[in-house]
């Protein structure tokens, strides 16, 4: 405070304190900010708040929607799987399509069989060591874009259909396929999880080939059984052309009534395939199989599942 030499009993008027002011500001921002995030807060948990600005304050601030122990998806990501599945749900009943999942089921469907089911994929991909690589990803969308008709043509699809970019196709779509297809690969041969399977497939077929009766096997040896499973869990019953994967069903149409497959490798199982009845006109398969289930990545992640501690905060 400056001193008034000419009337020094004048009152002085203060000067303001630029510190406190700049303290003052500072902490009513801060203040304004945490109730804008408790509201918002309330707004996407509570209410559902959804749309372009919902979506643009996620990206900045991570909000969980779910949690998997210590791993977390972003409210970000499940929204934009979100939108691109109702879009094209909606695109699909625009079409005339009926019996689509609703609301509630496709948020499930999203978070929990998509976002959840990826996130501990990866952890059974670092347990069994399977990776892929930049140059994996680059291979298979160069294929899908060559078979799309061009980049442009493939963008444009994206967005009509499901309203995302190709970089989040990539993203949200390639690389969890491209290592979910590769751990499938290493669960075939990896002797530590179907080690047992494997012998008990090959004991089987030593059997058979040493001249044992088909139906005496498979009742011995088969964990499938008809009337526990449907034909094409199976592959006991009849089939037609287009039934199976292709090149299944070109090899087993090569063969004649009563012969029976070299041990083949399935999704979720080993299995001695043996052929019924044939019509080569209508395209038509009766088979038998001997099946001996193994795991498949949907059990190893059923099993990251039971032993997590999920938490769902989206809805």
């Given at each position: 405070m400056k001193f008034n030499l000419r009337n020094p009993f004048k009152k002085q008027k203060a000067e303001p304190n630029i510190k406190v002011l700049v303290i003052s500001i500072i902490f009513g921002i801060l203040l304004l900010f945490i109730v804008f995030l408790g509201i918002f807060s309330w707004g996407i948990y509570q209410l559902d708040w959804q749309g372009k600005f919902v979506e643009t304050i996620v990206k900045i601030i991570p909000y969980p929607a779910a949690k998997a122990d210590k791993s977390y998806i972003s409210f970000y990501d499940y929204l934009r799987n979100l939108d691109a599945a109702n879009k094209f749900y909606a695109k699909q009943r625009s079409t005339g399509i009926q019996n689509l999942p609703n609301v509630k089921t496709t948020k499930k469907i999203i978070l929990e069989e998509r976002l959840i089911s990826n996130l501990l994929s990866e952890r059974?991909?670092?347990?069994?060591?399977v990776t892929i690589s930049e140059q994996d990803v680059a291979q298979k969308l160069d294929e899908i874009i060559k078979n799309g008709k061009g980049q442009e043509e493939v963008t444009k699809y994206l967005n009509d259909w499901y309203g995302i970019s190709l970089a989040e196709y990539e993203q949200y779509f390639i690389r969890?396929?491209?290592?979910?297809?590769?751990?499938?690969?290493?669960?075939?041969?990896?002797?530590?999880?179907?080690?047992?399977?494997?012998?008990?497939?090959?004991?089987?077929?030593?059997?058979?080939?040493?001249?044992?009766?088909?139906?005496?096997?498979?009742?011995?040896y088969s964990e499938f059984k008809p009337e526990d499973e449907d034909s094409v869990s199976s592959m006991t019953g009849n089939f037609l052309r287009g039934e199976l994967p292709k090149t299944l069903e070109d090899a087993l149409f090569a063969l004649n009534v009563g012969q029976y497959t070299d041990v083949i490798k399935l999704s979720g199982s080993y299995s001695i395939i043996k052929i019924i009845k044939k019509d080569e006109n209508k395209g038509a398969l009766t088979l038998k199989a001997i099946f001996v289930k193994t795991k498949s990545l949907n059990d190893l992640v059923q099993d990251e599942k039971n032993k997590s501690k999920i938490k769902i905060y989206a809805y």
């Amino acid at each position: 405070m400056k001193f008034n030499l000419r009337n020094p009993f004048k009152k002085q008027k203060a000067e303001p304190n630029i510190k406190v002011l700049v303290i003052s500001i500072i902490f009513g921002i801060l203040l304004l900010f945490i109730v804008f995030l408790g509201i918002f807060s309330w707004g996407i948990y509570q209410l559902d708040w959804q749309g372009k600005f919902v979506e643009t304050i996620v990206k900045i601030i991570p909000y969980p929607a779910a949690k998997a122990d210590k791993s977390y998806i972003s409210f970000y990501d499940y929204l934009r799987n979100l939108d691109a599945a109702n879009k094209f749900y909606a695109k699909q009943r625009s079409t005339g399509i009926q019996n689509l999942p609703n609301v509630k089921t496709t948020k499930k469907i999203i978070l929990e069989e998509r976002l959840i089911s990826n996130l501990l994929s990866e952890r059974v991909a670092k347990n069994l060591g399977v990776t892929i690589s930049e140059q994996d990803v680059a291979q298979k969308l160069d294929e899908i874009i060559k078979n799309g008709k061009g980049q442009e043509e493939v963008t444009k699809y994206l967005n009509d259909w499901y309203g995302i970019s190709l970089a989040e196709y990539e993203q949200y779509f390639i690389r969890p396929n491209l290592l979910q297809d590769k751990i499938e690969l290493n669960l075939q041969n990896n002797v530590l999880i179907n080690g047992e399977a494997k012998k008990k497939i090959d004991e089987a077929y030593a059997e058979l080939k040493a001249g044992a009766n088909f139906d005496e096997i498979f009742k011995q040896y088969s964990e499938f059984k008809p009337e526990d499973e449907d034909s094409v869990s199976s592959m006991t019953g009849n089939f037609l052309r287009g039934e199976l994967p292709k090149t299944l069903e070109d090899a087993l149409f090569a063969l004649n009534v009563g012969q029976y497959t070299d041990v083949i490798k399935l999704s979720g199982s080993y299995s001695i395939i043996k052929i019924i009845k044939k019509d080569e006109n209508k395209g038509a398969l009766t088979l038998k199989a001997i099946f001996v289930k193994t795991k498949s990545l949907n059990d190893l992640v059923q099993d990251e599942k039971n032993k997590s501690k999920i938490k769902i905060y989206a809805y």
